[in-house]
């Protein structure tokens, strides 16, 4: 991050970090893209967008696992 003392850096919104979990799930990313999130989101942000993303995904396999086994 390179700043300038005046600068203040924009602030990124929690669907901005969902969405970046998710794509780093599906394991695809542009760089750009990449880099507006490394500039924008904070490391909380993107940690509790990563335990929520993979919660969801644990519930998810759960509920086909008992769809197929029912």
Not at 34 to 60: K, P, R
Request: aromatic share 8%; glycine share 8%.
């Amino acid at each position: 991050m390179n700043q300038k003392s005046g600068e203040k850096r924009a602030k990124g919104t929690f669907l901005q970090a969902m969405k970046a979990v998710s794509w780093a799930f599906f394991g695809v990313r542009r760089q750009s893209d990449h880099d507006n999130d490394a500039e924008t989101l904070s490391i909380g942000q993107v940690v509790i967008a990563g335990i929520l993303g993979a919660a969801i995904f644990v519930a998810c396999i759960l509920m086909l696992v008992k769809l197929v086994t029912s």
